[in-house]
């Protein structure tokens, strides 16, 4: 299974402070997408990116990519209250013609005010 | 603005009654998605269309249905739900393959 594994499944940390995700796959990868979702609603796309790139960057969003690990992370920094959401890493596997995202069980980040 | 709209958000059928999940878009969006998600874990693929092209998972289950009668509406057919189909239903799209996919809130879907 290509799915993504998110470290570490729970983060707790107080509002200012810097929040870090990891997350490892299995098999090549076209790109790799991270989603945020708050309790009981759908999930927001973040970034995304491609194989080829190594880091990008939106508003307090920095994202790595190491192919060669095999592994991502997202660095929120300067964490709010409303940053408290489930993060989803999802992989588009490389070689496949379809687009399909695999899904990994997701970090739940709380951030206390 | 432009969205993804599943209706209903909370839906409770009895074990082994058909029931219809909907979904709209505006986004004029050729793929779109269905996902099952239980509670704490990864959203899971169903299936989905690029245009009228269906895709189906091959561990979907053969219960489940897709039905796509134009590009902004899309079906999830479930024609005999079972307890362990309780579950949150996601629809999403995307402009095209690869592209970073629009989330609908789901309909969450109980069994009695």
């Known amino acids: 299974s290509q799915q993504g594994e998110e470290d570490p499944q729970a983060l707790s940390i107080q509002e200012g402070e810097n929040a870090t995700m990891n997350c490892s796959y299995k098999?090549?990868?076209?790109?790799l997408q991270w989603y945020r979702q708050n309790s009981g609603r759908g999930l927001v796309h973040l970034i995304l990116?491609?194989?080829?790139?190594r880091e990008k960057h939106s508003g307090r969003l920095r994202v790595t990519l190491d192919t060669s690990k095999k592994s991502s992370s997202l660095l929120i920094t300067a964490s709010r209250a409303a940053d408290t959401a489930s993060y989803f890493c999802?992989?588009?596997?490389?070689?496949?013609?379809?687009?399909?995202?695999?899904f990994g069980r997701g970090t739940q980040l709380t951030v206390w005010p | 603005d432009a969205m993804v709209i599943q209706n209903p958000r909370y839906q409770v059928t009895q074990f082994g009654k058909p029931v219809t999940l909907s979904c709209s878009q505006t986004?004029?969006?050729?793929?779109m998605y269905w996902y099952q998600q239980k509670s704490s874990q990864a959203p899971k693929l169903l299936f989905h269309?690029?245009?009228?092209?269906?895709?189906n998972e091959a561990d979907t289950p053969d219960n489940f249905q897709s039905r796509r009668p134009n590009t902004s509406f899309c079906f999830l057919d479930i024609r005999s739900p079972g307890l362990g189909d309780a579950a949150m239903y996601l629809c999403?799209?995307?402009?095209?393959?690869?592209?970073?996919?629009?989330f609908g809130d789901g309909t969450r879907l109980s069994i009695l």
């Open positions: 999403a799209t995307s402009r095209v393959i690869r592209e970073p996919q629009h």
């Open positions: 098999t090549s990868i076209n790109n």
């Open positions: 990116i491609r194989s080829n790139e």
């Open positions: 999802a992989t588009d596997e490389g070689g496949s013609t379809l687009g399909r995202l695999y």
């Open positions: 986004l004029n969006h050729n793929v």
């Open positions: 269309y690029y245009d009228k092209d269906f895709n």
